[in-house]
């Protein structure tokens, strides 16, 4: 297959090694400036003869795959992604190969059997892949810690009754025991979103791993990436609003008073409601834009 842009236009055609029949054409006569009538016959059906394509999507995307390429080989799969799921196996190219091309080349076809998503027998992947798995999955460790080791003590607290809203004023006793600040609850609520999306993550790592990774799972990993940053976003928004109270009453020498432990929950209640509805909105956009 041959794609070049001319005159600002994308123009392709397929080479082929035999004629294939005009079933389905269409025949135009065109008036050109000399006034001279010229018959254009388009053949319009050669995809139902041929068993493969060189390209990937709709969009003809080639069918390639940097597998030698450090930091791209998890994000750049082998995959045939058609609306109609015409050409949804991907295949090496020789007949009687097993795996893709050493350049990285394959084709998209109407039978199988399907290559496996990842290239899995190159330095490449094993580095890429095993640092993600070792990095994220610190991450999730260390967030986890986090979620734990601050929601351990307001549950001690509550349960034994000795939680009160942190005192303010400058009349607290000296060998009083300090009760749990609500501030640690946004540190809390911030570490969450972090946990889930390092563990979908980690999936992600897992099935390139065992080789089922599937279009169905970057779809939800779109989802929950927009629901991660829009949590992540607007919690920090409440954070720096807090913290600006802080500047404005410390430069008026005054206390400034936790927000209540109600307060913090519905807050982060609902950037969390929020954030999955921005994010179900925009999976549906694609669904109400093919209606």
């Known amino acids: 297959m041959k794609t070049n842009y001319l005159k600002g236009v994308l123009h392709s055609f397929v080479c082929c090694d035999s004629i294939l029949p005009v079933e389905d054409s269409i025949t135009m006569t065109v008036d050109d400036e000399n006034h001279h009538n010229t018959n254009i016959t388009t053949e319009t059906s050669f995809l139902n003869h041929v068993e493969c394509v060189p390209y990937r999507t709709d969009y003809y995307e080639p069918a390639f795959v940097r597998q030698h ?14 609306p109609d799921n015409k050409f949804q196996f991907p295949r090496p190219i020789g007949t009687n190969d097993t795996k893709i091309s050493s350049a990285g080349w394959y084709q998209c076809c109407k039978t199988g059997p399907a290559l496996p998503p990842y290239v899995q027998d190159t330095a490449a992947f ?67 979103p972090d946990l889930c999306y ?47 109270l802080m500047l404005r009453n410390s430069h008026c020498e005054q206390r400034t008073a936790p927000p209540s432990l109600t307060r913090v929950n519905l807050q982060c209640g609902a950037v969390y409601v929020y954030s999955v509805k921005v994010s179900c909105f925009l999976a549906l956009v694609p669904v109400w834009n093919s209606l």
């Open 198 to 244: 390092l563990l979908f993550f980690i999936s992600g790592v897992g099935r390139a791993i065992h080789q089922t990774h599937s279009s169905n799972w970057w779809v939800s990993f779109g989802v929950i990436a927009v629901a991660y940053a829009t949590a992540n976003l607007s919690i920090n928004a409440i954070v720096c609003h807090q913290l600006l």
């Open 126 to 192: 094993r580095i890429e892949i095993y640092t993600y798995l070792v990095i994220y999955t610190i991450a999730a460790i260390a967030s986890l810690l986090v979620v734990i080791g601050l929601l351990i003590p307001l549950l001690i607290q509550l349960k034994n009754g000795s939680y009160k809203r942190a005192a303010s004023g400058r009349n607290r006793g000296q060998g009083q025991k300090l009760s749990f600040s609500t501030y640690n609850l946004y540190v809390m609520y911030l570490a969450i």
């Open 69 to 82: 390429e450090f930091g791209s080989i998890f994000f750049s799969r082998i995959s045939c992604t058609f």
